[in-house]
């Protein structure tokens, strides 16, 4: 297989910015992290983590959702899937943040600079750890890339670099805000919660319709690879594209009572994960996640309510989160 042909520029390494048929290469690597054999492994850290969580919390009156559970629980996963120390979590909670604010475009100067920066800590921190891991035997996605770097016929250094970077990145920022809004929308709607109580079995549809309902990634952009002719208008080749996921998840034309949050909804399919070549790859570990934190909360919480009446959600354009979501809880 030939080398990669990306231009040098850090960011246009990216997995995220690229076409075939560099994306097919790049994605195949990726792909590598997340085998069926692997998610299975990561089952019993999902798990162990969730049932402490949780069973801190219900020792607890009053918690915050985002803070004590959804974010402590999207990173220990990722830190465990790359086989990084648990005592960095802090460390990468903030470089996560920071890195993300890149995607907005509403992001203050300042911000930016500050998610560069983070960007270039991110990657002189993996290159390091790609290099050290280079004869590792180890299956972790740190090391697994690692290898083919070393091999460099599938994937550079700094490509691996960058993809365990979107990787972390998005593993943590989308999974904390899908734990998020999900619970949210259940405190909400507590007709709903008793029923995915009452029928546990349910829960990887009610995960999906989160997922439609508030999904954690609003907004997506494209360029026009040709021309198209949308509902009487041209966008013409080169033209960049928002595209509203959040909205299509809300579309009438598609969804009987779309702004009703039903976990017994049946239908078409959400947009919250993209569609074709660029589909999140780890949708699964996020579903994962997802379905064992709320199957072990309304396991073991016999009450979950609203500890304020307006929960303050973050400054964002791409990515729909909470700032903070107080509940009060009770075993």
Same mark, same amino acid.
Not at 27 to 38: D, G, S, V
Not at 167 to 170: E, H, K, V
Not at 216 to 219: A, E, K, M, N, R
């Given at each position: 297989m030939a080398r990669?042909v990306?231009?040098p520029?850090? =960011?246009?390494y990216?997995?995220?910015l ?8 790049l ?7 997340? #085998?069926?054999?692997?998610l299975r492994?990561l089952?019993?850290?999902? $798990?162990?983590?969730a049932?402490? *969580?949780i ?6 009156r009053?918690?915050?959702? @985002?803070a004590?559970?959804?974010?402590p629980?999207?990173?220990?996963v990722?830190?465990?899937m ?10 990468w909670?903030?470089w996560?943040?920071k ?7 509403i992001?203050?100067?300042r ?9 270039s800590?991110i /990657? ?6 790609? /290099?050290? /891991?280079?004869q590792s035997?180890?299956d ?7 290898? *083919?770097?070393a091999?460099g016929?599938e994937i550079?250094l700094p490509e ?6 979107v990787?972390? @990145?998005?593993g ?5 805000? *899908?734990?998020g809004n999900g ?5 909400r709607?507590?007709?709903q919660?008793?029923c995915l109580?009452?029928?546990p079995?349910?829960v990887?549809?009610?995960v999906?319709?989160?997922?439609? &309902? =508030?999904s954690?990634?609003?907004?997506d952009?494209?360029i026009?690879?040709a021309d198209v002719?949308?509902?009487g208008?041209?966008?013409? #080749?080169?033209?960049g +594209?928002v595209?509203?996921a959040g909205?299509?998840n809300? =579309?009438?034309?598609? &969804?009987e009572n ?8 049946a239908?078409?399919?959400h947009?919250?994960?993209g569609?074709?070549?660029?589909? !999140?790859?780890?949708?699964e570990?996020?579903?994962m996640?997802? !379905?064992t934190?709320? #199957?072990? $909360?309304?396991? #073991?919480?016999?009450t979950?309510?609203?500890? +304020?009446s $307006?929960?303050?959600y973050r400054?964002?354009?791409v @990515? ?7 509940l009060?809880v009770?075993?």
């Open positions: 990669s990306l231009p520029a850090p =960011d246009d990216s997995i995220l690229v076409d075939p048929p560099e994306h097919r290469r994605r195949r690597c990726a792909a590598r992290a997340f #085998t069926r054999e692997r492994s089952n019993e850290t999902i $798990a162990r983590n049932a402490a *969580l069973e801190r919390a219900a020792g607890r009053t918690i915050d959702w @985002i004590e559970v959804a974010e629980l999207a990173m220990r990722m830190l465990a790359m086989s990084l120390p648990e005592n960095e979590r802090h460390r909670q903030v996560s943040q890195r993300a604010r890149l995607l907005e475009m992001a203050t100067r911000e930016r600079q500050l998610a560069h920066v983070a960007g800590e /990657r002189r921190y993996f290159t390091a750890l790609l /290099r050290q /891991r280079a035997e180890e972790d996605a740190v090391s697994t890339l690692a290898r *083919l770097a091999a016929d550079s691996a670099s960058d993809m365990l970077s990787l972390m @990145i998005a943590n920022e989308t999974t904390t805000h *899908l734990i619970m949210l929308a259940l405190v709607n507590p007709k919660m008793q109580r009452e029928e079995e349910r990887r549809a009610a999906e319709e989160m997922l439609r &309902f =508030d954690p990634v609003q907004t952009f494209r026009a690879k002719l949308l509902r208008r041209t966008i013409k #080749t080169g033209d +594209v595209l509203l909205s299509a809300r =579309d009438g034309a598609a &969804f779309p702004d009703t949050f039903d976990i017994t909804r239908g078409p399919r947009a919250s994960f569609h074709g070549g660029h589909q !999140c790859i780890g949708a570990l996020a579903r996640e997802a !379905c934190i709320f #199957t072990e $909360a309304l396991r #073991t919480l016999g979950i309510q609203l500890a +304020v $307006a929960p303050r400054t964002s354009t @990515i729909r989160g909470l700032a903070a979501l107080p009060t009770a075993a």
